[in-house]
């Protein structure tokens, strides 16, 4: 089936546009779909086998070896490892460990306790729980169309799927496993894993592997078949006159293209650079943090510290700096995907924003002023009526594969937004006050 017209990634690789497929896979039904009551673990995620089950409808065999459909193979390959070619068989070992939790040191989490199929591949939670109810300081972002950036996790601190499947293995908030060797121990004597790993690598179980074949696994979740797409693509009737109106906003006033571009040629909805936007700005002492994370790193700067740092600690919030040392990069993080935005609530890396209303509240306001703003984050004078229209766009990037779960998600933040939603700060929104000014006058706290 046809699911992706055309990508580009990078100023150097470009592929042209191409027709869609008229096919619609059928959506997966959420836990709040009416009739869909979903057998869930103490966690909160789907039990491994109706994910599995889920799964098997929502992606039927295809020929993995093959780019999706529309894929140029140059472009494609440009997204594997030479030492991963994809495989059925490797794709098959992939899967079987993305839903074990026996790779946890509790046997309580696998990679699908924050990546739940029946939650777009996400947890839906403001910030993900591990073992021994543990929470993490960052929100789980979803892994479709994971295979299509440049680096993983919020601060780009890994450079490929196959190296990001190892790191929350290892992670003490996480899945709690204290080293390689005791991760591959829990699952070694499995006769089939052991068939398995050979005739997808040729050798014997070993973590490296392991962490391939979850990326191969995950390289099959290309999901980029959404209305707006066929909009796109010429059909006019595919998004509503509102969802129209609000892809001229982001293009225009609302400026969410300067981040989220989006175009026949590249429909990703990211510039896969980071950006301080004000969010980790609203607790945080960026000069403090830097300083103790510098103290820290001095004494261990292995990238085992580095993860556990950013998931389970304050430091977290430095963002990129963790990466990078630099300050220019002090609350920095990865622009998300925007595909399938609609279904993978809440917000923002540390999930504090509910709801797609929040989200644009947030930049019309300006953002939360400090020093280290982005600075193309400005108030953008949106009226409530183009505040719904530009949520009604980004509920059209959903791929047609989750559109009942979609649907739901919409009514569900909708009314959430109406309920609960912040007053509208009247004087940053329209610009008559900016953010700046409250900051230098000191007339309001930034750690507020």
Request: with cysteine.
């Amino acid at each position: 089936m046809c699911r992706m017209r055309c990508v580009r990634i990078g100023p150097c690789l470009a592929v042209a546009v191409f027709f869609l497929s008229a096919v619609v896979l059928p959506a997966v039904r959420g836990a709040d779909e009416p009739g869909g009551d979903v057998p869930r673990d103490d966690l909160g995620a789907a039990t491994p086998e109706y994910q599995q089950a889920a799964f098997s409808k929502l992606m039927p065999d295809a020929d993995v070896t093959k780019p999706p459909a529309g894929f140029d193979p140059v472009i494609w390959n440009a997204f594997v490892p030479q030492d991963n070619a994809m495989t059925p068989d490797r794709v098959a070992l992939g899967r079987k460990l993305y839903f074990d939790k026996r790779l946890s040191d509790d046997g309580t989490v696998s990679c699908a306790t924050c990546h739940d199929v029946t939650r777009g591949f996400t947890d839906q939670l403001p910030t993900s729980e591990g073992i021994g109810g543990q929470f993490g300081k960052r929100n789980a972002p979803t892994v479709l169309n994971a295979v299509l950036l440049q680096t993983m996790f919020w601060d780009g601190r890994s450079p490929t799927l196959d190296h990001q499947a190892m790191q929350p293995i290892l992670n003490p908030v996480e899945m709690g496993m204290p080293d390689e060797e005791t991760a591959m121990k829990a699952i070694r004597g499995d006769a089939e894993y052991q068939e398995m790993f050979k005739k997808a690598y040729g050798r014997e179980m070993n973590f490296q592997d392991l962490g391939r074949a979850i990326g191969a696994f995950e390289r099959t979740l290309v999901f980029v078949d959404s209305p707006f797409r066929r909009f796109l693509a010429g059909d006019t009737a595919a998004i509503s006159a509102e969802a129209q109106a609000g892809w001229d906003l982001f293009n225009g006033k609302a400026r969410c293209v300067a981040c989220h571009p989006m175009s026949p040629s590249n429909p990703l909805g990211s510039d896969n650079r980071f950006h301080n936007i004000g969010v980790s700005a609203r607790h945080q002492n960026f000069e403090e943090l830097a300083a103790e994370a510098l103290t820290i790193l001095k004494e261990d700067s292995s990238e085992q510290k580095l993860d556990e740092l950013a998931v389970g600690t304050d430091l977290s919030e430095l963002g990129r700096f963790m990466v990078t040392r630099n300050r220019a990069d002090f609350g920095a993080f990865r622009t998300p995907l925007i595909l399938n935005i609609g279904i993978t609530a809440p917000y923002m890396h540390d999930g504090s924003l509910a709801t797609l209303w929040d989200v644009v509240d947030h930049y019309n306001a300006g953002g939360e002023a400090n020093p280290f703003l982005d600075g193309g984050i400005e108030p953008l004078a949106l009226t409530e009526e183009e505040i719904d229209q530009l949520v009604a766009f980004m509920f059209t990037l959903t791929d047609v594969a989750f559109a009942d779960e979609n649907q739901q998600q919409f009514d569900r933040q909708k009314a959430l937004a109406a309920k609960e939603r912040p007053e509208r700060d009247e004087a940053l929104a329209t610009r008559k006050t900016l953010p700046f000014e409250d900051r230098v006058m000191g007339t309001k706290s930034t750690d507020q």
